[in-house]
């Protein structure tokens, strides 16, 4: 059974800096990307950065970009964001995606080039941690 564990979420200043990482286990078929999306609430589930195991190219949602940096750990199968400057409109859910190299995202992938910033090119997620940031 496959398990995305996410920790490291609570309650920040605006400011400060805070990580989440999410450990990836149980999955039958090698990593191709893992993600990171929040949501706000009364909000939609919105993209914030990927990152894709074999070459650890990244993407970033344009809001996040030059505060969050996602980085992976091959040997743990682990991704985490860190996060800096967080600002009050960045409290969310924060959810972690996976997105194996055989399966349906796979084929979705495929067949209709979806990028990875799209939460149809994920095969399971996470629980979801919550971040609050606080003025």
């Known amino acids: 059974q496959v398990q995305l564990v996410e920790t490291g979420g609570g309650l920040v200043q605006a400011g400060k800096s805070l990580t989440l990482s999410c450990a990836a286990s149980?999955?039958?078929?090698?990593?191709?990307?893992m993600g990171w999306f929040r949501q706000a609430p009364g909000k939609e589930r919105e993209f914030v950065a990927a990152i894709t195991w074999s070459d650890g190219s990244t993407l970033y949602a344009d809001f996040v970009k030059e505060r969050f940096t996602i980085s992976k750990d091959d040997a743990k199968n682990t991704v985490y964001l860190q996060m800096n400057e967080l600002k009050l409109e960045d409290t969310a859910v924060y959810y972690c995606?996976?997105?194996?190299?055989?399966?349906?995202?796979?084929?979705?992938?495929?067949?209709?080039?979806?990028?990875?910033?799209?939460?149809?090119?994920?095969?399971?997620w996470g629980q979801g941690t919550q971040v609050t940031v606080s003025s």
């Open positions: 149980g999955q039958r078929f090698s990593t191709y990307a």
């Open positions: 995606a996976a997105s194996w190299t055989v399966g349906l995202a796979a084929l979705k992938r495929a067949r209709t080039g979806l990028t990875m910033a799209s939460q149809g090119a994920y095969d399971h």
